[in-house]
Structure formats: structure tokens, C-alpha cells
Nanobody, 125 residues
Framework: QVQLVESGGGLVQAGGSLRLSCAASGHTFSGYTMGWFRQAPGKEREFVAAITWSGGRTYYADSVKGRFTISRDNAKTTVDLQMNSLKPEDTAVYYC??????????????????WGQGTQVTVSS
């Protein structure tokens, strides 16, 4: 079974940085896509960033472009999300997800069939 475990969340002031990690296990992830999503209270889940496991191609939501960076370590089967210049509106539970995702559909959560439990990110003003 595929297991995804997020870590690195916490409380940070606006303008600060956090680095989230997602540890993946239970499968050979070549050919898979890893995505980061977030959900704030009262809001729908939204796409943040994604990366293809083999090629390392990245995708970002417009709201985080230039501030967030997604990366992967194939040897450790981990995917990180470096978050800089954090804003209060970045406050949410962040989830990592993976699956065999068409490159044109990386922003659609329904395309991912494995999800982690999430990690809380809170940005204070």
C-alpha cells in the first residue's frame, strides 16, 4: 500500500518560511506525479504545486508562483515544498497526494488516488 506522511507544518509570521516534507513509501513512484494541495476552513481544497517523479517537471498555482518551490528526492522518496514569503492567506492544512496523473490534469485533486493526513500551516499577520 502507498503511504504518504506530511511533516514540517507549524506557526510562522507573515513573510517567513516553512519547508514541508512528504515521505512516500509502498510503491515504485516512477511514472507517478506528486501534488501538494491545501484546504483552509470554509474553503474548497485547492491545488498548490505538483512534480513528476521521474522527470521533475513542476507545476504551480498562480497564487504561489515565485514563492513556493516543489522538489523531490528520488532516493529518499520524499517530496518537499519550500514556502517563502508566506502570507496569512496561505494558512491551511496542506496535503500531499500521488497517483498516475495526466500532465494536463495535475491541478485536479480527483486525479490523485493516494493522500496523506495533512499538516497544519498557520501564518500570522
Amino acid at each position: 500500500q502507498v503511504q504518504l506522511v506530511e511533516s514540517g507544518g507549524g506557526l510562522v509570521q507573515a513573510g517567513g518560511s516553512l519547508r514541508l516534507s512528504c515521505a512516500a513509501s509502498g510503491h515504485t513512484f516512477s511514472g507517478y506525479t506528486m501534488g501538494w494541495f491545501r484546504q483552509a476552513p470554509g474553503k474548497e481544497r485547492e491545488f498548490v504545486a505538483a512534480i513528476t517523479w521521474s522527470g521533475g517537471r513542476t507545476y504551480y498555482a498562480d497564487s504561489v508562483k515565485g514563492r513556493f518551490t516543489i522538489s523531490r528526492d528520488n532516493a529518499k522518496t520524499t517530496v518537499d515544498l519550500q514556502m517563502n514569503s508566506l502570507k496569512p492567506e496561505d494558512t491551511a492544512v496542506y496535503y500531499c497526494a500521488t497517483g498516475q496523473v495526466n500532465s494536463a490534469l495535475v491541478a485536479l485533486g480527483r486525479q490523485y488516488n493516494y493522500w496523506g493526513q495533512g499538516t497544519q500551516v498557520t501564518v500570522s499577520s
